[in-house]
């Protein structure tokens, strides 16, 4: 087994190295007030699964070497300073299943292309910076099953791209400036279980493409209840092709509503 080694500077100025081994799965450099890293020794680890950088003071990183790691699932980056991150680079690492990127200071991300066969089921980008973001290369992702952009400063966001993620059980927007949102996507959603908005500045939300999910339980807003109960009331004239499951006094008591 092949050796590499990864140097990085911490966040008072030492300069540290750590060794790993070519065929390890696991590399873990969390918690050590790392300011600044050069992952390009990874490009080594074609056995590599999980990269973990969580909870150190990194302000930039350049994630291109991990494009050789074919086996990669699991990238944590939580908790640091980033203010930028471009994956683009990783559309090679079909195998991701998780990107964690949440507690950052980010303003942009670019997310990989990964193909309609890729697994990615877990997308944190809660606690940051972003006023937008482009979701259109989740498309592809008709595994992913978490999406949580909580507490970030987005006005506006489209959900077109997740009309393709079957599999998608909870979308977390609440704690950002949020004014309007289109929700019709979300009705190919058959498996959305929770879906967070509150704490925005929403005045109006047409809910009925909801309807269509029939797992739904928790739906958090604050301002649309009047809404709802429109959408409700309007039930009686309805299309009759038009196909509500489950029955709306069903979804009326499973919902839990803010």
Not at 104 to 130: M, R, T, W
Not at 191 to 212: K, P, Y
Request: charged share 20%.
């Amino acid at each position: 087994m092949g050796r590499i080694q990864v140097r990085y500077a911490t966040a008072d100025g030492r300069k540290e190295t750590e060794e790993f081994g070519t065929n390890d799965q696991v590399i873990k450099l969390s918690f050590r007030r790392i300011a600044t890293i050069d992952l390009s020794p990874l490009s080594h680890c074609s056995d590599l699964k999980l990269l973990d950088l969580s909870n150190n003071e990194i302000g930039s990183l350049d994630t291109s070497p991990l494009n050789h790691c074919f086996d990669l699932q699991f990238i944590r980056c939580q908790q640091n300073r980033l203010r930028e991150i471009d994956l683009s680079s990783l559309s090679q690492c079909v195998r991701l299943e998780m990107l964690n990127f949440s507690g950052n200071s980010l303003q942009y991300i670019a997310f990989p292309d990964l193909g309609h066969d890729c697994n990615l089921k877990e997308v944190f980008l809660s606690n940051n910076q972003l006023a937008g973001i482009d979701l259109s290369l989740l498309s592809h992702c008709a595994r992913l099953k978490w999406l949580r952009i909580a507490h970030n400063r987005l006005s506006s966001i489209n959900l077109s791209a997740l009309d393709s993620c079957s599999s998608l059980e909870e979308l977390d927007l609440n704690s950002n400036r949020l004014e309007e949102l289109n929700v019709e996507p979300l009705g190919l959603c058959s498996n959305l279980r929770e879906l967070w908005l509150h704490d925005n500045a929403l005045q109006s939300l047409d809910v009925s493409a909801l309807f269509e999910c029939p797992q739904l339980t928790t739906l958090q807003t604050e301002a649309p209840t009047s809404q709802f109960a429109l959408t409700l009331r309007a039930d009686e004239q309805l299309s009759s092709r038009t196909r509500i499951p489950p029955a709306l006094e069903d979804l009326r008591s499973r919902i839990h509503w803010v």
